[in-house]
């Protein structure tokens, strides 16, 4: 198997005469790695925590503690447990913050502290945070509508206010780590964590910041449940046994989940300065829509084999040189129907078509899945180890799925899938870069 | 690879002042104030009652009749419309089948569907949750505005939505622009939109905020904001194509920049430091430098901090040329649409480019001592501005400046 070359787009003598040649060539050579990862995950908290319990199958999935859910046909949830936000978030800010953001600053300390980057008035002005959220502050937003309807609009606490907006989380973990630079929000579904890595990675790229925390984060309130119940959103959708079975012939529905991962993306000349390893590069990237209402599936694979040959086309590598694909599916209908035939058509015809895995059948569906998702990709492409798809037993297709425990195998290049309702495709090829 | 030139070929709005591009510029021109009574929803339990309503919006007369609008939010028929109109002027309606691949939505929003998911709120409340109907929640979601639009036109490119509250619209452009120039779309529709809605007419009410009357950008008297409502969308694409298709071009795209305050959620740093910071990297994302600078949209929210920290963040970036720069806040005639403004002021700054003139920042009659800067009071001045720099600075600390430039074919800022 012939092993890509890494991107070296040339400069080229630009047509922008006056625009600075420096940030001309940065724009088109700067290569985007992963050099560290926070976990706030039903597979627990921290990267260790989150990588034992990734490949050794735990599942993150139980019985929904929170709130109480015996009014409703669903019980299980992937929550986030034994989280205290004062092991990560100083007290003077702590009760400023809803959960939505708690999490998102402590995922975003642990990015900074596994990449071991101290915020500093030198570089503070270069670190930039760019978060997804697919629903941002469910709880607090029927909160204020309970205060609205019943008591007046004047009584709704003014506290509450600054947390209500979707960029809150980003804007509390900027004010919490001090770090000053690029720093935005995207809320587009459940494609919202892995555009947010994209965007990172081409502002870096650009030459806009070194170093950009992204990801996403979505919490699971008593309300969203219960909005995911009613719409018919997760498992078990029309009866049977509830569970998360991506891709299982026996699946119905997901099950809700919740979260946050942080990559921290960095400029690999900047962390080969600092002495930094890195977990692997960020190599390319592609996106697509498809036709489909904001709350249904697109009716078949064309958008999303578009944003994968998207992918492989901007890491300039052919189909076959993927080994192993993080699948969006999430144990839904259609969206594991989806994104098989869409890994059929593009990989069905070559003779190595890559190890398939879902996590979602570990930790559920949290929407803004993708700095999860994204950071274990990069622990497998580390470690050289893809982790099982649980409840996985029947595959619908015939594809290499990786089921029961997870499997060891040299990964040079990984794609992360993100697909969603309302027809939104990411797709992005991480690459184990070449030490030295 | 060179980079590909990024240049504007549409424009649409839907806003309080006009439906339509033509009409809008000539209220830009006349100074019109858009800022009335709130009739969209009950005031009566408010401590304002004003804001920038789009009165009569009639979908059905802005939209072609081929389009079905079921389950569509004023938000997303507001943009839907907008977008129609910035096609057209492109004169990329109907849309052609060719370009549907490479072809792309990035829209900045704020509320969404919130003023119908609100009914949905109160019936779940006052039921306990029994005769609520949650499929009304199907359109409240920011993104589904950007869904309708790749849907009705079977576009099949990059599409997200920006949540940054005030600077969404910008940063939307802003990616829109970094897309088409690295090829990752040949046309992006590119825009902003935000409903009024109860939830943020009392959100900003209770942060004492709204000024009860009309705002008053940069005026002594100022006491805070007017909220309103709008759409704003342009047409991007890269200047071969733009060329290719033999098509105007209304400016270019030279350059944008982010930044945080990482100071307070709601507070902007009195320093200026952030609002600076993202000037300055606008400033050198367009290649240029201060002194070519010749009008300033400003953020000019009207609240007592925002126009004393943007004056001093243009001083600061500018230095004594921040004297001679014209500014304008055009929220005195349109409202502060939040989710919308970013996109919205980018059109009026490629409006001055286009019909040479700087809007007015009406409502200031009487100067705050600390905003002492040329800020176009009262009415309209004629002028040929080449290079506008358009601020928007959002809740969050989250500050996006975009620099918009007339287009000349070396580009104008190496003329």
């Known amino acids: 198997m012939n092993s890509p070359s890494p991107i070296t787009l040339t400069a080229s003598s630009g047509f922008k005469g006056s625009r600075d040649q420096g940030m001309e060539k940065n724009l088109m050579s700067r290569r985007v790695v992963v050099t560290g990862i926070g976990m706030v995950t039903p597979l627990g908290i921290g990267k260790e925590r989150f990588a034992q319990a990734l490949f050794r199958g735990e599942s993150g999935i139980k019985e929904i503690a929170a709130f109480d859910t015996s009014s409703f046909p669903s019980h299980l949830g992937g929550e986030i447990r034994e989280f205290s936000a004062r092991d990560f978030i100083s007290a003077k800010y702590l009760r400023r913050m809803d959960r939505l953001s708690q999490i998102a600053v402590a995922s975003s300390r642990l990015a900074l ?33 309970r205060i609205l309807f019943t008591e007046g609009p004047m009584m709704i606490n003014p506290i509450l206010v600054p947390n209500s907006v979707m960029n809150a989380p980003a804007g ?27 965007y990172a990675a081409m502002e870096i790229q650009r030459g806009a910041a070194d170093i950009i925390l992204a990801g996403g984060a979505d919490i699971l309130s008593e309300f969203f449940f219960e909005t995911l119940v009613r719409f018919k959103a997760i498992s078990p959708v029309n009866g049977g046994k509830e569970g998360a079975r991506p891709f299982d012939t026996h699946r119905n529905g997901p099950v809700a989940g919740e979260g946050c991962g942080i990559v921290c993306l960095e400029v690999l000349e900047h962390a080969r300065e600092r002495g930094v390893i890195p977990y692997c590069e960020i190599a390319g990237w592609g996106m697509s829509s498809s036709p489909a209402s904001p709350t249904d599936w697109p009716a078949d694979a064309k958008g999303i084999s578009l944003a994968m040959v998207r992918a492989l086309n901007s890491a300039h590598c052919a189909p076959d040189v993927i080994e192993m694909i993080q699948a969006a599916s999430n144990g839904g209908k259609n969206p594991d129907r989806i994104e098989s035939d869409a ?94 | 690879m060179h980079k590909e030139r990024v240049v504007i070929t549409g424009l649409g709005t ?26 969209l929803f009950d005031t009566t339990d408010f401590r ?27 938000a997303d028929l507001m943009v839907f419309a907008a977008a129609i109109e910035a096609l057209s002027d492109a004169r990329l309606f109907p849309f052609p089948d060719a370009l549907c691949e490479d072809t792309g939505v990035v829209l900045g929003a704020g509320s969404g569907g919130k003023l119908e998911g609100e009914s949905f709120y109160r019936d779940y409340i006052e039921t306990e949750g029994r005769n609520a109907r949650f499929s009304m929640l199907a359109s409240v979601c920011p ?30 452009i802003g990616f829109a622009r970094d897309l088409i120039e690295r090829r990752a779309a040949t046309v992006v529709i590119a825009g902003g939109v935000e409903p009024l809605c109860r939830t943020t007419y009392a959100s900003f009410n209770v942060l004492q905020a709204v000024d009860p009357e009309y705002c008053k950008p940069f005026d002594r008297n100022r006491r805070g904001l007017s909220l ?54 606008a400033m050198a994302d367009a290649g240029i430098s201060a002194a070519a600078v010749d009008y300033i949209n400003a953020h000019g929210t009207a609240t007592p901090a925002n126009d004393a920290m943007e004056t001093r963040a243009v001083k600061k970036v500018f230095g004594p040329h921040a004297y001679r720069i014209p500014i304008s806040s055009t929220k005195s005639m349109t409202g502060h649409t939040l989710g919308a403004s970013g996109a919205l002021e980018a059109i009026v700054s490629v409006l001055s480019i286009t019909h040479d003139f700087i809007p007015p920042t009406i409502h200031l009659h009487d100067p705050d001592p600390e905003c002492d800067l040329d800020y176009v009071s009262t009415s309209a001045r004629e002028s040929a501005p080449h290079i506008v720099l358009s601020n928007s600075f959002a809740f969050g600390g989250n500050n996006t400046a975009l620099i918009l430039g007339r287009f000349t074919e070396k580009g104008i800022q190496n003329e």
């Open chain 1, 113 to 145: 502290e596994d990449a071991k980057i101290v915020v500093n008035t030198a570089n503070r002005d270069h670190i930039g945070i760019i978060l997804g959220t697919a629903f941002g502050p469910t709880d607090l937003k029927v909160h204020c509508a």
């Open chain 1, 172 to 198: 509390h973990a900027s004010i919490e780590l001090g770090f000053r630079g690029v720093n935005t929000t995207v809320n587009h579904q459940a494609a919202s964590g892995e555009t947010a890595i994209v």
């Open chain 1, 343 to 436: 890994c059929l058509h593009l990989f069905g015809s070559e003779t190595a078509v890559p190890l398939v895995s879902s996590l979602k059948g570990a930790t559920g569906e949290s929407f803004s899945s993708g700095g999860v998702r994204a950071a274990s990709l990069a622990l497998s492409l580390r470690e050289g180890m893809v982790p099982p798809t649980l409840g996985l037993v029947d595959p619908i297709v015939q594809l290499p799925f990786v089921t029961g425990e997870a499997r060891k195998i040299d990964i040079r290049n990984g794609l992360l899938n993100a697909f969603s309702y309302g027809g939104t495709n990411v797709s992005i090829v991480m690459r184990k870069i070449e030490q030295g």
């Open chain 2, 14 to 39: 839907v806003n309080a002042l006009a439906k339509n591009i033509v009409d809008f510029t000539h209220a830009l021109k006349s100074g019109l104030c858009g800022i009335g009574p709130v009739t």
């Open chain 2, 48 to 74: 304002t009652h004003s804001g920038a309503e789009v009165n009569n919006f009639k979908p059905q007369d802005l939209i072609p009749s081929q389009f079905s609008l079921k389950r569509m939010s004023r």
């Open chain 2, 143 to 172: 993104a589904a505005s950007a869904d309708h639009i790749t849907t009705h036109l079977g576009l099949m490119g990059p599409k997200t939505t920006f949540m940054t509250a005030c600077s969404s619209g910008a940063t939307a």
């Open chain 2, 228 to 281: 309103g409502e709008a759409a704003a969308v342009v047409v991007l694409e890269s200047l071969n194509h733009a060329k290719e298709r033999g098509v105007p071009i209304h400016g270019e795209v030279l350059g944008y920049g982010i930044s945080c305050d990482a100071y307070h959620m709601t507070t902007p740093d009195s320093e200026a430091s952030g609002a600076a910071r993202c000037i300055q990297a």
